[in-house]
């Protein structure tokens, strides 16, 4: 049968062996529990004359003896006729490969048995022994080969006179996947011990297996059960802080379409201001000029000033067109365009914009172009408004994947603690960093921004390859 495979304890019958006890299991939850079932096991063959052979963990070993000197078992008994081997020691002169070989297991349980014997004048009694070799290959996840092993036991026991004692851990089989296994374990032993106090009832062996069967099911249920606490426990962790990053986030939201609205009511009247300062002016006096100049058609200087005049006129309307799209970053590109603000900004703001690049940034998508743009324009509009900064650098390079854009200035910085809530959650800004910062997250890039006493770093890295 596989060791996967279902059984029901009804079908586990024990298989025939001359001792009823010959091959008997114990499954255990506590080390006491464990060393008291052992050594009671073992003493009734020290006291009655026989043996006792124990395959043991280091540990184990030493509480067992600690144990059966309690149950006034005498020294002399301890000395001659009690034979302990290390478990580990026990399964490297045996176990070949992935299992145990069937040859060198049965000469050393043979030699083992023979040294035992040998003290013992009458073999009237079977030699009592315990074996936690087959616990040892469990924990280390050899589950086929502690099955072999417990055949190769039973065999051991139909042949010689031998009453073996094997236990487990009853958290070996805590899941709902280890009945299989667990139901397995059972029917390769003549009789099975349940845990803790279940052990001391008298009831027969049927009665014991599905005794211990409850238990495995108990445990496996129990964790379960807390599992599924851990994990609603977690799901209503996620849950609330869900509800609330989303509630940030609907928050933010406002806020920033709040900001938008009141955005496109500063950018209006600038404009309009732009329009009625610069422009109008313009238009005025070309129209006294215009007047001049039919008074005295023949007088060449009226006509001169109004050319000058509507020269500036055109150069203020392409000024004011480009700022709010440029024309030429869909024709020249986007570092072409940003030459020209830069040059721009700077004869406008008095600040010094160092412009560098690094490796052929190319042709990229027009919907990069026009974000990278913008993400410049908002970028130095911050610098001169609040940065109280003089130079400042703007750096783009491209790589195989992204194109990455860098503003730093040398102004006053942003507070630590104003940077970290925006870096966190992106609130707290104003909304041309939080503008920005959605605009690269939606093309699926990263938004950085450092700041110091010595000035603010902002660094952008968009894919140049993906679809608008």
Known sequence: MSTTELMHPSDLQAPQADTADAHRVQFYNDEPFLVNSV????????????????????????QILQELAKLEIPAAALMHRFIALEASEALSRFMGGDGPDPARFKSLMADLLEAAQGPVSSFASPVAAFGEMVAVLWAEGKLEAAVQLEQLWSDFTRTHKLSLLCAYPLAYFSRTEDRGLFLQICAEHSSVGPADHFATLAAEDQQMREIADLQQRAQSLALEVAARR?????????????????????????????????????????????????????????????????????????????????????????????????????????ISAAEWYIEDFCRRSGMHIEFSRSGEVGRLPDYLKLVLFRVLQEALLNVYRHARATTGQVRVQRSAESVILEISDNGIGIPKEKLARFNRNGTGMGVGLTGMRERIRDLGGRFEVKSGADGTLLRISVPSSRKA
């Open 230 to 334: 851990i994990a609603e426990e977690k799901l209503r962790t996620a849950q609330v802080e869900l509800e609330s990053l989303v509630e940030q986030r609907t928050s933010a939201l406002r806020k920033l379409s709040l900001q938008v609205l009141k955005l496109q009511d500063l950018e209006r009247r600038r404009i309009a201001r732009e329009l009625h300062d610069s422009l109008g002016q313009e238009f005025v006096g070309l129209r006294v000029n215009l007047d001049l100049a039919r008074r005295v058609p023949h007088d060449p200087e009226p006509w001169k000033q109004c050319d000058l005049l509507l020269g500036r006129c055109i150069d203020e309307v392409r000024t004011l067109s480009y700022l709010l799209h440029p024309p030429m970053i869909e024709d020249a590109g986007f």
């Open 39 to 62: 050594a009671r096991h073992l003493s009734t063959s020290l006291r009655n004359g026989g043996s006792a052979i124990v395959l043991a963990t280091k540990d184990h070993r030493g």
